[in-house]
């Protein structure tokens, strides 16, 4: 598919915003996946294109919290084949179930991730206690990996809710966390639309290169900026994801 240089540029700046975004508190497909429809990529193609860049932002970020120290190296050997496993099995699923269908239930989801993020207090658990419980950081893995290939608004919002309320991280350790998860649950995504051809390189490449340096950029202000600006942005991550699927719900 062919689309004209000022339009390719134009979709590289979206995804370097979308990527910065994402690697906060999630959400980039919010801005990217609109970005590709209004340039004329049909549905299927955008959708694929969109998860072809969106691994390259998740990836940079990952990269940047590890240097940080704030990925749990023992909890990642659980959650990156989990996750990746959770995708491919979420992919399958799209053929038995129509994905709209989850738009009401996720619409709950995401109002009782809000007051939870709000009320809950900022103080993290110990790393250690954390540690204890493998099993359950797997399952978190898997599940929302699952989630992320059959549907996927909110990947990375639920995993860091996941991860603070169940596995008592701390916001930003918890963002830096579900990094590894949605980078996996991408590459098992990016595998499945590239096998069946529906990944545009010549467009998401270009916004890879974007994706790279807002994915970068985004954690390193997660870094810097803490818990409090964590929450902040999941919040209006949140909020943003509400807008889109209740005007997604009532259009039909």
């Known amino acids: ?34 970005a590709l429809l209004a340039a004329g ?23 940047r919290f590890a240097r ?12 990156f084949p989990c996750g990746l496993a959770g995708s491919l099995a979420g992919a399958a699923l799209v053929l038995l179930v129509p994905p709209p269908a989850l738009r009401p239930l996720v619409l709950v989801l ?17 790393r250690a206690a954390r540690r204890e419980r493998p099993w359950l950081a797997a399952a978190i893995a898997a599940g929302i990996g699952a989630y992320d290939g059959f549907f996927g608004p909110g990947t990375g919002t639920f995993l860091i809710f996941a ?22 649950s991408n590459l098992a995504a990016v595998a499945v639309f590239a096998s069946r051809g529906l990944v545009v390189w010549e467009v998401a490449l270009p916004m890879a290169a974007g994706q790279f ?5 985004g954690a390193h202000v997660a870094v810097r900026g803490g818990d409090r600006l964590v929450r902040w942005v999941v919040l209006l991550v949140v909020a943003a994801l509400v807008v889109k699927l209740g005007a997604d719900l009532f259009r039909g």
């Open 68 to 79: 940080a120290g704030l990925v749990d190296g023992r909890m990642a050997r659980v959650t």
């Open 1 to 34: 598919m062919n689309l004209s240089l000022p339009t390719v540029l134009l979709l590289a700046l979206a995804a370097f915003a979308a990527g910065a975004v994402d690697a906060i508190g999630g959400g980039g497909g919010l801005v990217t996946v609109p």
């Open 41 to 63: 990529l049909p549905p299927a193609l955008a959708l694929g294109t969109n998860k072809g860049q969106s691994v390259f932002g998740s990836g940079a970020a990952l990269l």
């Open 110 to 126: 995401l109002l009782a991730v809000a007051v939870v993020l709000a009320l809950r207090p900022a103080a993290p658990a110990p």
């Open 163 to 184: 991860f603070v309320v169940f596995l008592g991280a701390g916001m930003r350790e918890a963002s830096a966390n579900a990094k590894v998860v949605n980078f996996a």
């Open 213 to 217: 340096l807002g994915g970068s950029l």
